[in-house]
């Protein structure tokens, strides 16, 4: 499994970090040994101002047939991204062209 942390440090102030976010790829099998299918999971917190409570999203979604010996731990980290949290849907070319997000809902 791989896990990436994201977080905040105001003005690199590390007793300030906040924690934004979670990430964590999980192979889940292939029925090939050169292919993998991932699990995706992504958490988010959203916090807004300082009157407002923290909330946070989760975002499930499913990778398949990722060649192992062409993708490195940082690519396939960026693939998972770009399905959980693209930049902007339309910039795609179809909808999700290597995996399927399964369920987005606040927690």
Do not use: W
Not at 5 to 27: A, C, H, M
Not at 58 to 81: D, I
Request: hydrophobic share 35%; aromatic share 2%; net charge negative.
């Amino acid at each position: 499994m791989l896990k990436v942390t994201i977080e905040l440090v105001p003005s690199g102030d590390q007793e300030r970090t906040l924690v934004l976010g979670e990430l964590t790829i999980s192979n889940v099998g292939h029925p090939t040994v050169d292919a993998g299918d991932y699990e995706v999971v992504l958490t988010e917190h959203h916090r807004g101002r300082a009157d407002q409570a923290t909330s946070r999203f989760c975002t499930v979604a499913s990778m398949h047939g990722l060649e192992r010996e062409v993708l490195r731990p940082t690519q396939l980290v960026g693939a998972a991204l770009n399905l959980v949290a693209p930049l902007k849907r339309t910039m795609h070319s179809s909808s999700e062209p290597y995996g399927v997000v399964h369920s987005r809902e606040e927690l």
